[in-house]
């Protein structure tokens, strides 16, 4: 993370909220009253993936007309989409990995962004290059909350978004550790809600993720 988040209280995507909604859409007449939804029910960073031809447009409309929302870009993997994506309107990145070039360009798009990682040698390259907020990518594939709370000790620099598998039952035990500002997930947008424009719902969702607190946890 390299940039605070303008006209934003938080300095960090990691501190908005303890869930990133993670939107995956096929229609981006949907982005606008989906943000609307997620920004009401308390989740105002919402990471749209590069998963479908309709992500671009979506990231666009959610930034034109959705103003107290923090939309961003996921599954970036190319300096072409960092270029692309800032220019919609993208205000921070997020990444299932890493490789130089991307970071570079990450680095140069002038706003926030999450590398992605799975192993402590890449937490360590990231923290060499003076990055120190990830996305922990696949979370409960790679390790889960056993893995990150092992890095903690060594690596207490290192901050984490983890993603992937984690849902409302698991969400709490990753907010709960101190190297996890927040978690990203897909439950509060099923994909059958989205489709039916269930804005209420998904609003419904939203809340509860957004009031999902560790009992112990610094970062959420």
Do not use: H
């Amino acid at each position: 993370m390299t940039s605070p988040l303008p006209s934003f209280p938080a300095a960090s995507v990691l501190d908005l909220a303890p869930v990133v909604p993670v939107v995956v859409l096929d229609d981006a007449a949907d982005a606008v009253p989906l943000a609307r939804a997620l920004v009401a029910g308390g989740l105002p960073a919402i990471e749209v993936t590069l998963r479908t031809p309709a992500a671009p447009a979506a990231i666009r409309a959610i930034a034109a007309e959705v103003p107290e929302a923090v939309v961003g870009a996921g599954t970036v993997i190319t300096p072409e989409q960092v270029a692309a994506c800032t220019a919609d309107g993208a205000r921070f990145l997020v990444s299932p990995g890493w490789t130089e070039a991307l970071l570079e360009a990450m680095r140069g798009s002038g706003v926030p962004f999450l590398p992605g990682v799975s192993t402590a040698s890449e937490v360590v390259a990231l923290l060499e290059r003076g990055v120190r907020e990830m996305k922990f990518f696949p979370a409960q594939a790679a390790g889960g909350t056993a893995y990150l709370r092992s890095l903690a000790g060594p690596l207490p620099q290192a901050r984490f978004c983890p993603t992937g598998g984690i849902g409302p039952q698991t969400a709490p035990e990753y907010l709960a550790l101190p190297n996890v500002g927040c978690v990203g997930g897909s439950w509060m947008v099923p994909a059958e809600a989205v489709t039916a424009r269930d804005w209420e719902r998904i609003e419904e969702l939203a809340r509860g993720a957004a009031g999902l607190r560790s009992s112990g946890g610094s970062g959420a």
